[in-house]
């Protein structure tokens, strides 16, 4: 079965940064492109970065672009995003989510989710 | 960028209801369409992907139609664990983009 578990959230000051993990098991982790997806408090869900199998292919939505960097390590089946310059407005739940076989953008897998507060 | 619109933003229905929600892209995406179930606290699930196919182990009282820039989600016989927000969402092309949302709750 197909797992993904996200960590590393918390409460950090505008400007500050956070780094957040996503953990994979029950399927090879280096065939998918991975993608981190966050839902502001009240809001609906944003697309925010996609990373190839390979990591040769890398996107950002333009709301993280330049402050936001997404990498992998397939030898640990782990995914990151590094955010830095952090915002009020980047005050999210923060889910990973796998891109279904050979098809971008159809998340067939999402974790649950982990919380960033940027409050001062 | 594509635009994705839903409607209504929330609704009540009975149980054993029918439930219709749409979707509605700023430009035409073929069948690039997907539908998700998000609840508090859980991870999101895929519904419907390609417009119409339902994904693997979601119950057939889920359904999705539509192509181009009009789309329809509908629960045949709503049940009290359907109670969510639901998404619809393109994917064809960057950035993929999500609708607003529409909350399903009973009546």
């Known amino acids: 079965e197909v797992y993904l578990v996200d960590s590393g959230g918390g409460l950090v000051k505008p400007g500050g940064s956070l780094r957040l993990s996503c953990a994979a098991s029950?399927?090879?982790?280096?065939?998918?492109?991975m993608n981190w997806v966050r839902q502001a408090p009240g809001k609906g869900l944003e697309w925010v970065s996609s990373i190839s199998s390979g990591s040769g292919d890398i996107y950002y939505a333009d709301s993280v672009k330049g402050r936001f960097t997404v990498s992998r390590d397939n030898a640990k089946n782990s995914m990151y995003l590094q955010m830095n310059s952090l915002r009020a407005e980047d005050t999210a739940v923060y889910y990973c989510?796998?891109?279904?076989?050979?098809?971008?953008?159809?998340?067939?897998?999402w974790g649950q989710g982990t919380l960033v507060t940027v409050s001062s | 960028d594509i635009q994705m619109t839903q409607s209504p933003s929330s609704l009540s229905a009975s149980v054993g209801g029918r439930v219709t929600i749409t979707c509605q892209a700023s430009q035409d995406i073929s069948n690039y369409l997907n539908w998700y179930q998000v609840k508090p606290g859980k991870a999101p699930k895929l519904l419907i992907y390609g417009a119409s196919n339902l994904e693997t182990g979601v119950p057939p009282t889920f359904s999705g139609s539509g192509s181009g820039t009009d789309f329809t989600f509908t629960i045949s016989s709503l049940q009290p664990e359907d109670i969510a927000t639901y998404y619809c969402q393109h994917y064809g092309n960057l950035p993929p983009a999500f609708g607003p949302g529409t909350k399903v709750d009973i009546k």
């Open positions: 989510a796998r891109d279904a076989w050979d098809i971008p953008f159809l998340f067939d897998h």
């Open positions: 029950g399927f090879t982790f280096s065939s998918y492109s």
